[in-house]
């Protein structure tokens, strides 16, 4: 199975465009969590953009579960770029679904100096419960969903490894919906 990040951008009038295909979306992603083809992800705090996690037999299938889905089919959602995990650290558990904003995450990308090092490292901290999941692409460029809404602690957490290039650390919040 193939692990995709799904970096999505919402229309500029997301607010007037999500309420009527809100629910059906919810369903909709809540039921592919489920099936086991989401693994996790939800939207920026401003609602700008979200990152969705899935998983897929094969690349068509990832297109196919963004472009099916009501925040696309209703233009909620614009555009979307796809990221292909060349290794994936799997989360332990699926934690409950959350709407109201209220679990905040951050999202961690950076370059590994030593990606098989980092790889223990990454399943460290999932073990200290620090880590949801996260992984690598091709040429050791890593992202990690860390537990803490502090983007400053998140990014301490893989950079005082020593195992990343810390200039390249970058953190941005994340609502964690599922």
Not at 10 to 16: Q, S, V
Not at 43 to 51: I, K, V, Y
Not at 66 to 85: A, H, M
Request: cysteine-free.
């Amino acid at each position: 199975m193939l692990v995709y990040h799904a970096a999505i951008t919402a229309a500029a009038d997301y607010l007037e465009r999500r309420a009527p295909h809100r629910q059906a979306h919810f369903e909709r992603i809540v039921g592919l969590r489920a099936q086991g083809f989401v693994i996790g992800g939800g939207p920026a705090p401003d609602g700008l953009t979200a990152d969705v996690f899935y998983r897929v037999a094969q690349a068509s299938d990832v297109v196919q579960l963004i472009e099916d889905d009501p925040y696309y089919l209703g233009k909620v959602w614009s555009t979307y770029t796809l990221r292909t995990f060349s290794q994936f650290i799997e989360p332990w558990e699926l934690p409950p679904v959350v709407t109201d904003g209220s679990r905040r995450a951050t999202l961690v990308e950076g370059v590994a100096l030593e990606p098989d090092m980092a790889t223990f490292a990454l399943i460290e901290l999932r073990g200290a419960g620090r880590l949801a999941f996260g992984g690598f692409f091709e040429g050791g460029a890593t992202l990690g969903l860390l537990k803490t809404a502090d983007p400053a602690e998140a990014s301490g957490w893989l950079a005082d490894t020593g195992f990343w290039k810390s200039e390249t650390l970058t953190a941005r919040a994340l609502l964690y919906a599922l």
